[in-house]
């Protein structure tokens, strides 16, 4: 199935965990397990729910990471924050936000980029809005 990202209302230890449907359709995650590649190394401090979740962290288990809602919450705060950092809404000293949006988008057109960021901020959202679970799979 390669990376994708899923809500379901049940998480790991539970009898139906991910045999239930998820909660909506899910998304390829990809703007969001690169967003901490480009950081630098003096930012990813700043954002650890990104460099959690990035592609290569120990974090995955068999290649799946589930995020509880609360996580999902915290993941969601980073995920705008950096694209406010990015869009030049907000400061953060040592990040020019212009640069980093152009290697994350890595060559994508920003309204499709923009558009798959959505759809993982509404995931996140739902997750951490319904008690639900996150499953990023790569």
Known sequence: ???????FSEGPGSDAAGR???LDDGVAPDPLVTASRHLGHDCRGDFPWLNH??????AY??????LD???SGAL?????????IARREEFFAGMDGRRYLDLWRHGEPPEAFDARLDRIESLLALAADSGGW???SL
């Not at 288990?61 to 589930?66: F, K, Q, V």
């Not at 969601?76 to 406010?84: D, I």
């Open 76 to 84: 969601l705060a980073e995920l705008r924050r950096v694209r406010r």
């Open 69 to 71: 809602a609360r996580q």
């Open 61 to 66: 288990t068999g290649g799946r990471l589930w």
């Open 53 to 58: 979740v990035r592609d290569g962290s120990s």
């Open 20 to 22: 239930r449907p998820p």
């Open 134 to 136: 996150a499953r990023l």
């Open 1 to 7: 199935m390669g990376r994708w990202l899923e809500v």
